[in-house]
DNA sequence: GAGCCGTGGTT
DNA sequence: TAACCAAGGCT
């Protein structure tokens, strides 16, 4: 079943079965009566749809995903429609999402399965992962949502889960262990169907009541079994979560850059460009980024533009 | 493994 | 208001 490579007693082995037993059924039940109604869960969206999201979900909210996401498979059905456009014009209808550098990687994604896949997401596991922008997250989240293959998915919303129902802490560590992982692989379903479920019920309940913030235990189908709350919800320990201070950095001089790029319908010249920022040698570093990064294409003549290739 | 990479809503 | 947070990936 579960049996990891490292064999734990027979005691530990039973004692995590059911923990598993009791944790499945309650938080797959409410799943099934309060999943949202998101499109990219539709029997319509497809492998392509849930891939699209995947890479729009990564670290932004699923309010602001919504339009673009609509917008994008009207416009790119298929991974083919999007692999024939350049590559700039994935960046332009990213919009605002953030990290854009997400959309010139399911740009190069998008290119990779038309070349080597015949124009399907691929199904395996190994092939996902070896797409840009695809890390163990995604391949696995893609594997189990769109084609229902039992695979551990671990995002922000799960490891909470699991940290605060299982492991009794009040957040997860900074960074995805190998303890995470193995407990995930513990946990998961032997059948594959009730695998896939799962994986989606334990994120969607990170989602919406095993909170960060604010959590809510009184809508929480596990209430009656959750470590930390039985422990009596103590405080997180250890170095607070590290605050990325966000204005004067570099990341916002890029924004402001790409901005002005995604709006122009021309290439750009340099003077425009200096106006976002006053201070030159962090506009310049800035500026080199984007152009290093593959987001900005400079033209002869000090002009710039969302990259045709 | 730590640091970097956008953006906007919430507390 | 500054800090935190949101379905991570890559170097």
Redesign the pocket.
């Known amino acids: 079943m579960t049996a990891p490579t490292k064999p734990t007693s027979h005691a530990q082995a039973d004692a995590q079965e059911t923990v598993s037993d009791d944790l499945h059924a309650p938080v797959i039940d409410w799943f099934e009566d309060n999943a949202?109604d998101?499109p990219?869960?539709r029997a319509d969206a497809g492998p392509w749809g849930v891939m699209v999201?995947?890479f729009m979900?990564?670290?932004?909210?699923?309010?602001?995903v919504l339009p673009v996401y609509e917008q994008w498979l009207a416009r790119w059905p298929r991974p083919a429609d999007l692999a024939e456009d350049a590559p700039g014009e994935a960046v332009r209808a990213w919009g605002?999402?953030?990290?854009?550098?997400?959309a010139l990687?399911l740009h190069g994604a998008a290119v990779a399965i038309t070349e080597r896949h015949g124009g399907d997401v691929p199904t395996e596991h190994a092939q996902l992962l070896a797409l840009?922008?695809?890390?163990?997250?995604?391949?696995a989240?893609v594997a189990s949502f769109a084609y229902g293959q039992r695979h551990a998915v671990l995002?922000?919303?799960v490891r909470?889960v699991f940290a605060r129902a299982v492991t009794g802490v009040q957040?997860p560590p900074?960074?995805t262990?190998a303890a995470e992982r193995k407990l995930a692989r513990a946990l998961l379903p032997d059948d594959e169907r009730t695998a896939s479920l799962w994986a989606a019920a334990s994120?969607?309940l990170?989602?919406l009541v095993c909170?960060?913030?604010?959590e809510s235990c009184v809508r929480c189908p596990i209430a009656a079994q959750c470590a930390w709350r039985l422990g009596g919800k103590p405080a997180h320990e250890g170095p607070?979560?590290?605050?990325?201070?966000?204005a004067g950095?570099?990341?916002?001089v890029?924004?402001?850059l790409?901005?002005v790029l995604r709006e122009a319908v021309a290439p750009v010249p340099q003077s425009v460009l200096d106006r976002v920022w006053d201070e030159p040698v962090q506009r310049a570093r800035a500026l080199d980024?984007?152009v290093a990064d593959g987001?900005v294409e400079p033209l002869a003549g000090g002009l710039y533009r969302l990259p045709l290739s």
């Open positions: 949202r998101l990219w869960r999201s995947e979900l990564q670290q932004t909210p699923v309010s602001r605002r999402l953030g990290y854009p550098r997400r990687r840009p922008g695809i890390g163990e997250y995604t391949a989240a995002d922000t919303n909470r957040y900074n960074a262990t994120m969607e990170g989602a909170t960060a913030k604010n607070p979560r590290r605050g990325q201070t966000y950095t570099d990341r916002q890029r924004g402001r790409l901005a980024g984007l987001l």
